[in-house]
């Protein structure tokens, strides 16, 4: 094949408006499939920081692993995507909850 044709194709396909309305196309739907994600994420760390939390208000304290894995691990990447309301309002009372040694089922 002659590398002249080859070239004009490839420069004819990348110079086509259809092709960059394809790759618009593909990146946009990349785009909205990650955000719906990341609003499924966040709705899931909502719903599990409201509940420990409100189990860990209604016992009246909390230990120092529960309080990091609450803190750490749910609400600090539920800020980051950009939570906030309910379950912050939790976790600024479940702060002030005075820190327990053990969990209750263990023994001391």
């Known amino acids: 094949m002659n590398w002249e044709l080859i070239l004009a194709i490839i420069a ?7 092709f ?7 990146i946009n739907n ?6 719906v994600e990341g609003k499924m994420l ?5 719903d599990r920081i409201c509940e420990l939390g409100s189990k860990y208000l209604r016992q009246g304290d909390i230990t120092k692993d ?3 894995n609450l803190h750490d691990y749910l609400f600090i990447p539920y800020q980051d995507l ?18 327990r040694e053990v969990r209750r089922d263990e023994k001391p």
């Open 12 to 18: 004819s396909v990348f110079s086509s408006t259809g």
């Open 20 to 26: 960059w309305a394809l790759i618009t196309t593909l």
């Open 30 to 35: 990349r785009h909205k499939r990650v955000s």
């Open 42 to 46: 966040r709705g899931l760390a909502h």
């Open 66 to 68: 529960e309080f990091e």
């Open 82 to 99: 950009k939570g906030n309301g309910t379950a912050e309002k939790i976790m600024n009372d479940v702060k002030r909850l005075p820190m």
